[in-house]
Nanobody, 116 residues
Framework: QVQLVESGGGLVQPGGSLRLSCVASGSISSIYAMGWQRQAPGKQRELVAAIGSGGSINYADSVKGRFTISRDNAKNTVYLQMNSLKSEDTAVYYC??????????WGQGTQVTVSS
C-alpha cells in the first residue's frame, strides 16, 4: 500500500502565499509522476500541476506564473508553492501519485481557503 500525507493548507488573504507538501510512503516501486489536483465546491476536480519522473512539468493555465511545483525524489515528497493567491483558488487540494505500473494513489486532501 501507498500512503500520501498532505500538509500546508489553511486560510490566507488574497495575494498571500501557501506551500503544500505531500509525502509518499509505503510500497513505492517506481513513480511515474506526482502532482496536485483541486476541487472547489460544486465543481469538478481539476489538474493544478504535475511533475514527471524526468522532471517535465505541467500547470493549469489558471495557475501559471503563480504556482510552482517541485519534487524531492530522495524524500518521495512533492511541493506546491502557491503565490498571489486568489479567491478562485479556494478548494480542497489533493496530492496524486501515479506509478509506472498504472496504479494511482490519492491523499486525503487539504483545504485551501483564500478570503479576506
Amino acid at each position: 500500500q501507498v500512503q500520501l500525507v498532505e500538509s500546508g493548507g489553511g486560510l490566507v488573504q488574497p495575494g498571500g502565499s501557501l506551500r503544500l507538501s505531500c509525502v509518499a510512503s509505503g510500497s513505492i516501486s517506481s513513480i511515474y509522476a506526482m502532482g496536485w489536483q483541486r476541487q472547489a465546491p460544486g465543481k469538478q476536480r481539476e489538474l493544478v500541476a504535475a511533475i514527471g519522473s524526468g522532471g517535465s512539468i505541467n500547470y493549469a493555465d489558471s495557475v501559471k506564473g503563480r504556482f510552482t511545483i517541485s519534487r524531492d525524489n530522495a524524500k518521495n515528497t512533492v511541493y506546491l508553492q502557491m503565490n498571489s493567491l486568489k479567491s478562485e483558488d479556494t478548494a480542497v487540494y489533493y496530492c496524486n501519485l501515479a506509478m509506472w505500473n498504472g496504479a494511482n494513489y490519492w491523499g486525503q486532501g487539504t483545504q485551501v481557503t483564500v478570503s479576506s
